[in-house]
C-alpha cells in the first residue's frame, strides 16, 4: 500500500552513471537526460556552482578556487559528495520540487562489471542519499545487453561489448546470467589520452582532452580507407611556451591509439576463449554486439569480425543502450528481477 502511495507522487528512474556521461531514463517517458559526468565546485565555499553541460563548459576556463571535475573515474565512484550531489541534480532536474519530499524515485541504476563490494556500495549509498527511495544495480553489460533486446534469458549465448568512457564491459550472457566476462579500465578516455601523449610526444604540443576528443571523432578510425584525412590542433607548444597549430593525419592518430585499440580486441578474445564451446556455437551464429560510444570509432567492427572470425555488429543506438536497458528493467522489474545484482536490505535513509 505504501509503494502505491509513492508511486503516486513519484516516476522510477534509469540512470546510466558514466564515466562521461550520464544518461537518465524516466518511466514512461523515455531518455530524458544525456549529460556530461562533470561537476563545477567552489572550493572556497564548498558549494557546486553547476552540473552537467554547464560544468563541462568550464572545463580549462575556471579561475583557481573553481574546480571542474570528473566524480567518476573509470566507472567508479572517485568522490562519494560530489557524485552525490550529480545524482541529485539529475533527479531533481525531472522532479518538481514541490512534490520533493514524497518523489522519493525507485532507481536502477548501471554499474561496470567486475567491480568490488565497496564500490557497488558506494553507489548505492551515494544514489540514495541523493534521494532515491529504492536502489537497484544492474551490471552495464547486462543492461546493454537488454537494451539491445538480446534475448538473455533464453538458453543461448550473448556476446555485448560495451566501450564507455571510462571502461570496456565485455561479457557473455546466457539465462540471465553472465557466464564470462572482464572489465578493462581501458576506453574512450584512454583513447583521448593516447592522442594528448602522442601530440607531446611527436609535436612537442600540449593540447587538452576536449582537443584530443574532437581528433578522434573526426579522423579517428582503425583501418585507412585510400584517402587521407587530417585535422588542425591547436595548443601550447612545450619549447616556447606560444600557441601553435599542427595538423594530424588519420595515420598518426592509428598510431596514437594502436596499442590501447589491440588491447581492446585481446580483452574480446580473451573472454571468448574463456566462453564454454556450446555457448561458442551460439556466438558464431548470433555475432559479437558493440555498444556504448566507443563502438562508433570507424572500422572498430571490421578488426572485431577479423580478428575473432565472428560476425560483428554495432547495435542500433549504441550511446543508450544502458540507460534503455535500465528503463526496460523498470517497467518490468518482477520480471527482470534476476538480473539485478544482489544486495544486503537496509534501512533507507530518510
Known sequence: MLNKFFRLFSHDIGIDLGTANTLVYVQKQGIVINEPSVVAFNQKTGQVVAVGN????????????????????????????????????????????????????????GIPSGITEVERRAVREATLMAGAREVYLVEEPMAAAIGARLPIQ???????VDIGG?????????????????????AGDHLNQDIIN?????????IGERTAEEVKIAIGSVFGNGEEMECPVRGRDLITGLPREVFIT?????????????SLVKGIKEVIEATPPE?????????????????????????????TRIATKIIEDPMTAVVRGCGIILEDL??????LVEYEEEDTPY
Open 198 to 206: 602522442y601530440a607531446r610526444d611527436e609535436f612537442k604540443l600540449l
Open 154 to 160: 533464453e538458453p543461448v549465448g550473448n556476446m555485448i
Open 54 to 109: 554547464e560544468a563541462k563548459a568550464m572545463v580549462g576556463r575556471t579561475p583557481s578556487h573553481i574546480v571542474a571535475l570528473r566524480p567518476l573515474i573509470e566507472g567508479v565512484i572517485s568522490d562519494f559528495e560530489i557524485t552525490q550531489e550529480m545524482i541529485s541534480y539529475f533527479i531533481k532536474k525531472v522532479h518538481s520540487p514541490r512534490v520533493s519530499f514524497f518523489a522519493r524515485p525507485r532507481i536502477v541504476i
Open 250 to 262: 588519420d595515420e598518426q592518430a592509428r598510431e596514437a591509439m594502436g596499442k590501447s585499440i589491440k
Open 279 to 307: 555457448l561458442i556455437s551460439d556466438l558464431m551464429y548470433r555475432g559479437i554486439h558493440l555498444a556504448g560510444g566507443g563502438a562508433l570509432l570507424k572500422g572498430f567492427d571490421k578488426l572485431v569480425e577479423k580478428e
Open 166 to 186: 571510462g571502461t570496456t564491459n565485455i561479457a557473455v550472457i546466457s539465462l540471465g546470467g553472465i557466464v564470462s566476462s572482464m572489465n578493462l579500465r581501458l
Open 334 to 339: 518482477d520480471k527482470l528481477r534476476e538480473v
